[in-house]
C-alpha cells in the first residue's frame, strides 16, 4: 500500500516529510522518494528499499525548501526500481505523488506520447504529472489544472502535486483513496494517514470523495466535486484509534471487534472504482496470473482457515471454478494432487505461521501461482508469494482473532471478483455485490448496536461446560468460528457442526446443559435449519438463535433469540460472526479470563 506525505509550511519540510515515511513504513513498500522545492527549483531523490536508503541518500543529497511531497510506493504498475518510484515529474518543474491505481492511464498514455510527451517510467501516475503539466502550459493555474485533469482520470487516486512556479502552493486531491489534511500553525500537511503527521498536528481534515485542496502555509481551500468551494470540519485526531493502544476499552479484543467498521471501508478502500473492483490492487503481474487460474487451492490456519471455507462458498458459486480449502499444517506433509491451473491462495493474519509458509514454498513450484491475503506487509508470506492483498486492518493485538477476519472475508470477495470476471460474473453482478459490501461499515455499527443483548445473553453460558454451534451454508464456517472464539477465550468446550449432520452423532449430546448457538439468517436453507432446531428443542436442548427477519423464530422458552437487522445474503457469513465474537467475549469476561492472551495460546505461531 503507497503512502502520502507532504507540507507546506515556513521551515525546513524534509525531516517532516522523512518522519511521516517512517510512520507510513507498516504499510508495505517497495520504494520511497522525496521532491521539495527551493529557490524555485525541485529537487528529488528516490530509492529502492527501505525509506533508510532515502534518508541515507539524503544525508549526502540534502533537498533544502519549505514545500515538498514524498511517498512510498507498493508497485502495481511496472516493477520496484528507482524510475518507477515517486514522485514523478513532468519536465523539471512539476512533481506528483500518487495512490491508488488509475485505469484508463493506457489510453492517457498514448494521448500524450501523441502530443510530445515522453514517459520515463512504467507507472500508470507519470500520466498524471503530464497531463497537470498540459493544462498548467495552456495557462490554469495549478489548482484549475487539477480540477482538469482529474475529470480525465477513471480509477481511484490521492494525489499531492507541487510545482516550481507555485512555491508556497501544495494542491491535493482525492477519489476513493484515503487522504488527510494536517492544520497546522503557519503550516499545512497532506497525507494518506494521520498517524504519519502526528508529530507535527493533531488537528486534521478529511477530504470527501472529488475533493480538491489548495494548501499555503496559512490557508487550506477546499472545493468539492462540482467545484463549490466547501468547509470541510477540523477534527482532533483520537489517541488509540487504530493503534496498538486499548484507548478506552477495557481489551484489546473488544476494540478490536468495534475497530470492525473501520475495517471494512478500509480494506476496499482504493480498491474499488465507480462500483467495480480495480484489480491491480493485487499487484503487477496479477492480470497475467488471473487470466491462466483454472482452480484455486486455499491453504490456512486457524481462524484464517475458516475465512478461507467460505471463500470456497462464493468461489465455487460465484466463479464456477473448483476451490480447494485445506488446513495448513495437514496440505504441507501429504501428497497432494494439483490440477493445472491451480492459484495457491494463502490466508494469514500474521504472514508468518509456520505451517502455512511450509505449505507456500513446498507447493510453489507444482502451481501457477501464489496470493497471499495477509494483514502485515513486509511479512514472509507476504514476500514469497507472488501477489498479495493486504487486508489492512491495523494492528490485531489480541491474540483470538477478530478484525483480521471479517478483512480476509472483504479481501476473498475482491479475489473471487477479479477471477469471477474470467468466467462470466456479469459487470451488473460484479457491482451489485460491491454495492452491498459498501454497506458494511454502517451495517457492523447496527450489529454493534445489539452489544447490550448479547451481553446479558453471555450470562446464561458463564456456567456452562460445552457448547455447540449450528450453521448451513456460508454460516456453517461462521458456525466454527463463533465456537473457535468461545473455547479460545472462555475454554468452554465448544464444537460447531453444518446443522444437517446434527443426527450423524452431535444430537447424541443435547440435553438440558447443552447450549446450542444456532445462526439462522433469513436466506434458503433456513427451513432446513428450523427442522434441525426442532431436533434440538424435542431433546430438551437450549437455543441460542441470532436470527435474521424471519418472524416465525420468536423468543419462547428454550428459545432465546437475538434479532438482527434485514441483511443482504452476500454479507451473512461477515455480519453473524460479529455477534458471535461478542458473545465470546462477553462470556470470558464473565468467567474472568485473560480475555487478550489466553493461556497456551499464542497471536504469531512461527513454529510448528
Ligand atoms: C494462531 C492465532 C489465531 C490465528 C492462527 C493463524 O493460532 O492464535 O488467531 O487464526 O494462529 O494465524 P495467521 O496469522 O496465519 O492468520
Redesign the pocket.
Known amino acids: 500500500m503507497c503512502g502520502i506525505v507532504g507540507a507546506v509550511a515556513a521551515r525546513q519540510v524534509s525531516g517532516i516529510l522523512l518522519e511521516g515515511l517512517r510512520r507510513l513504513e507498516y504499510r508495505g513498500y517497495d520504494s520511497a522518494g522525496m521532491a521539495v522545492i527551493d529557490q524555485g527549483q525541485i529537487g528529488r531523490v528516490r530509492r529502492v528499499g527501505k525509506v533508510q536508503s532515502l534518508a541515507e541518500a539524503l544525508a549526502k543529497h540534502p533537498l533544502t525548501g519549505t514545500l515538498g511531497i514524498a511517498h512510498t510506493r507498493w508497485a502495481t504498475h511496472g516493477v520496484p526500481n528507482e524510475v518507477n518510484a515517486h514522485p514523478h515529474m513532468s519536465g523539471e518543474r512539476l512533481a506528483v505523488v500518487h495512490n491508488g491505481i488509475i485505469e484508463n492511464f493506457e489510453s492517457l498514455r498514448d494521448e500524450l506520447i501523441g502530443a510530445g510527451y515522453t514517459f520515463s517510467s512504467e507507472t500508470d501516475t507519470e500520466v498524471v504529472a503530464h497531463l497537470l503539466d498540459r493544462e498548467v502550459s495552456a495557462g490554469k493555474s495549478l489548482r484549475e489544472a487539477m480540477r482538469a485533469v482529474i475529470q480525465y482520470l477513471e480509477g481511484a487516486f490521492a494525489l499531492g502535486v507541487v510545482h516550481a512556479d507555485y512555491p508556497d502552493q501544495l494542491v491535493t486531491a482525492r477519489k476513493g483513496s484515503p487522504l488527510v489534511i494536517g492544520v497546522g500553525i503557519g503550516e499545512h500537511f497532506i497525507a494518506s494517514d494521520q498517524l504519519a503527521l502526528l508529530p507535527v498536528t493533531d488537528r486534521f481534515m478529511f477530504l470527501e470523495d472529488g475533493d480538491i485542496a489548495c494548501l499555503t502555509p496559512d490557508s487550506v481551500e477546499v472545493e468539492d466535486g462540482s467545484g463549490q468551494s466547501v468547509d470541510r470540519a477540523v477534527t482532533r485526531f483520537e489517541h488509540g484509534a487504530g493503534s496498538a493502544e486499548k484507548g478506552a476499552f477495557k481489551h484489546f479484543m473488544l476494540k478490536e471487534i468495534y475497530e470492525q467498521p473501520a475495517v471494512m471501508a478500509s480494506v476496499m478502500e482504493g480498491r474499488i472504482s465507480d462500483g467495480h473492483l480495480l484489480e491491480q490492487a493485487f499487484g503487477v503481474e496479477a492480470k497475467a496470473l488471473f487470466d491462466r487460474v483454472r482452480q484455486v487451492q486455499i491453504v490456512?490456519?486457524?481462524?484464517?482457515?475458516?475465512a478461507g471455507m467460505i471463500a470456497k462458498y462464493w468461489i465455487e458459486e460465484l466463479v464456477g471454478i473448483p476451490c480447494m480449502v485445506e488446513v495448513?499444517s495437514e496440505f504441507r506433509y501429504r501428497p497432494v494432487v494439483l490440477p493445472e491451473g491451480t492459484l495457491f491462495l494463502?490466508?494469514?493474519?500474521?504472514?508468518?505461521?509456520a505451517?502455512?509458509l511450509a505449505a507456500l514454498r513446498e507447493i510453489r513450484s507444482r502451481v501457477i501461482g501464489t496470493l497471499a491475503i495477509?494483514?502485515?506487509p513486509g511479512s514472509s508470506?507476504v514476500r514469497e508469494s507472488d501477489l498479495a492483498l493486504m487486508t489492512n486492518a491495523g494492528p490485531?493485538i489480541g491474540?483470538?482473532?477478530t478484525k483480521?477476519?471479517t478483512s480476509?472475508l472483504v479481501a476473498l470477495m475482491l479475489t473471487t471478483l477479479a477471477l469471477g470476471r474470467r468466467f462470466g460474473l456479469s459487470d451488473t453482478r460484479e457491482r451489485e455485490i460491491l454495492a452491498a459490501f459498501a454497506q458494511l461499515p454502517a451495517l457492523l455499527e447496527r450489529l454493534l448496536a445489539l452489544d447490550p443483548e448479547i451481553e446479558q445473553m453471555a450470562a446464561q453460558f458463564a456456567e456452562k461446560h460445552n457448547a455447540l454451534f449450528l450453521g448451513r451454508g456460508t454460516l456453517f464456517p461462521v458456525a466454527l468460528e463463533g465456537a473457535?472464539k468461545l473455547k479460545?477465550i472462555s475454554y468452554i468446550h465448544a464444537e460447531a457442526y453444518p446443522a444437517g449432520e446434527l443426527k450423524h452423532g452431535p444430537l447424541a449430546l443435547v440435553d438440558k446443559d447443552m447450549p446450542v448457538v444456532t445462526v439462522a439468517p433469513t436466506n434458503a436453507m433456513l427451513e432446513k435449519l428450523k427442522a434441525n432446531m426442532q431436533e434440538v428443542r424435542a431433546r430438551g436442548g437450549e437455543l441460542f438463535v441470532f436470527a435474521g427477519q424471519d418472524q416465525s423464530l420468536r423468543d419462547e422458552p428454550g428459545i432465546n433469540l437475538i434479532r438482527l437487522p434485514s441483511i443482504p445474503i452476500i454479507l451473512e457469513p461477515i455480519a453473524y460472526t460479529l455477534p458471535l465474537q461478542l458473545l465470546s467475549y462477553h462470556v470470558a469476561v464473565l468467567k474472568g479470563t485473560d480475555v487478550d492472551q489466553?493461556r497456551n495460546?499464542?497471536?504469531?505461531?512461527t513454529v510448528e
Do not use: I, R
Request: charged share 15%.
Open positions: 490456512a490456519c486457524g481462524t484464517s482457515y475458516h495448513a494463502t490466508l494469514s493474519q500474521s504472514g508468518e505461521t505451517d502455512t495477509c494483514n502485515v508470506l490485531e491474540v483470538a482473532s483480521a477476519f480476509q473457535l479460545e489466553p495460546l499464542a497471536k504469531s505461531v
